[in-house]
């Protein structure tokens, strides 16, 4: 493996956001561009959102390759671009910007890692019961990747913002003509749904270190036949994703999805494809609990 040197011709890539100190996007990509001797490297940039227009300006100024996009930007940074691609245009949110010749495009690979790591593991979503918890950003993609997969989804967000999950089950439903439930995130709920479910995702930020003693769902409520996707990934193993694996469900954690997005704007970066177990592994090391 070579080290990285850059020269006149190094392509440029970065991550935008506030916070940025926690990213493990520097380490996923620059570690694959080593292992496969490519001329890239890729930088974190802490971007307060008063200048995110002075930013994206600056992909074109600099001849920037591409940038990913993280909190608080992935909605706002939309204006600034020249060109959607269809599916991040109908979800309203950009992760990925690749810069062609000075015409920046915006992707969400968010959604499109969320699907690649159930197919993968061969879990095909079209006609599953899916009950999807949260209705943030994240949640957003989630819900926007399932409904083009025609799932039958329900979306259940805590009271305060019940809004939030009715708008967007509203959203999907026009989108889509087909019928998506909303609901509050609640006890009586998740033991009325959880039944007739195939498919749990958590999207809110519930278990996120450092609270990762907290949970959406109480343990008793679920069942060896869930699938059960966490789409937080620090810690590695959730309080969800142990109680469901103690319950004898198969559990997916949010690694799996953060690792497939990375995979999906790395190709989108250099062209090249990269090894899902390779960047995953980059990534792992990056992470300071359990493996
Ligand atoms: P966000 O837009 O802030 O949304 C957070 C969601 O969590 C909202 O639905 C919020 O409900 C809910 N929530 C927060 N605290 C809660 C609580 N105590 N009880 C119940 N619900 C609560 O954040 P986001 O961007 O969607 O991210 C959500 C999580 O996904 C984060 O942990 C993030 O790290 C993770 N994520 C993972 C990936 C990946 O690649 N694996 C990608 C993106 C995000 P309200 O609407 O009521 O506030």
């Not at 968010?110 to 593991?121: C, I, N």
């Not at 329900?154 to 959203?171: F, H, V």
Request: charged share 25%.
């Amino acid at each position: 493996m070579k080290d990285i040197k850059i020269s006149g011709k190094t392509g440029i890539c970065g991550i935008i956001g506030d916070p940025i100190e926690h990213t493990l996007s520097p380490a996923m990509h620059n570690s694959m561009y080593k292992t496969m001797n490519l001329d890239f490297v890729y930088l974190p940039f802490k971007v307060k959102s008063v200048d995110l227009g002075k930013a994206i300006a600056g992909i074109k100024a600099l001849n920037f390759r591409g940038l990913n996009v993280t909190i608080p930007h992935k909605v706002a940074v939309m204006p600034f671009l020249d060109k959607m691609d269809i599916l991040a245009d109908k979800i309203g949110a950009v992760n990925t910007i690749i810069n062609d010749n000075g015409i920046l495009t915006g992707y969400n690979t968010d959604a499109q890692g969320f699907l690649k790591a159930l197919v993968e593991r061969d879990i095909r979503p079209a006609g599953k019961n899916v009950l999807l918890l949260g209705a943030g950003g994240a949640a957003r993609a989630v819900g926007f990747i399932l409904s083009e997969e025609r799932t039958r989804l329900t979306i259940l967000n805590r009271k305060e913002e019940l809004s939030w999950a009715t708008d967007l089950a509203k959203c999907l439903s026009q989108t889509y003509s087909g019928k998506v439930k909303a609901g509050e995130l609640s006890r009586k709920n998740l033991e009325k749904l959880i039944p007739s479910t195939d498919i749990l995702v958590n999207a809110t930020s519930v278990g996120m270190s450092p609270d990762s003693n907290e949970t959406p769902v109480p343990g008793d409520l679920l069942c060896a036949n869930l699938v059960v996707f966490d789409i937080v990934y620090n810690p590695y193993q959730t309080r969800l994703l142990r109680e469901a694996k103690e319950a004898g469900a198969q559990t997916i954690n949010g690694l799996e999805m953060l690792v497939w997005q990375g995979v999906l704007a790395f190709e989108k970066f250099t062209g090249e494809k990269v090894p899902f177990e390779l960047m995953r592994e980059a990534a792992l090391k990056e992470l300071p609990h359990e493996k």
